[in-house]
């Protein structure tokens, strides 16, 4: 099994910056891929960044140039820099990691952005 625990959402006013962390712990033996989606209600779950197990990087359009993902392989955590926050970023934000083809999902940190 595999864990993932979030961290560092909570309520800022629009032009702020916010940082996630997600650790994961468990039976990972090797470097995975992780990333970040987000959902708001009644929305598709929505891929936010992701961060390859080689370090390639991938973002969503809408954040590009204001969100930065990275990893810390030794802790195996990930970590979500948001910048220039915007309104239309308030919602949930979960991690997640691959391990030997399964995905597995962090519980959900809460954004929200105020104008």
């Known amino acids: 099994q595999v864990q993932l625990v979030e961290s560092g959402g909570g309520l800022v006013q629009a032009g702020d910056s916010l940082r996630l962390s997600c650790a994961a712990s468990?039976?990972?033996?090797?470097?995975?891929?992780m990333g970040w989606y987000r959902q708001a209600p009644g929305k598709q779950r929505e891929l936010v960044a992701a961060?390859?197990?080689?370090?390639?990087?991938n973002y969503a359009d809408s954040v590009k140039g204001r969100f930065t993902i990275s990893r810390d392989n030794a802790k195996n955590t990930v970590y979500l820099q948001m910048n220039s926050l915007k309104p239309e970023d308030t919602t949930v934000y979960y991690c997640?990691?691959?391990?030997?083809?399964?995905?597995?999902w962090g519980q959900g940190t809460q954004v929200t952005i105020s104008s």
């Open positions: 468990g039976s990972i033996y090797s470097i995975n891929p």
């Open positions: 997640y990691t691959d391990v030997y083809g399964r995905r597995y």
């Open positions: 961060i390859s197990s080689g370090g390639i990087t």
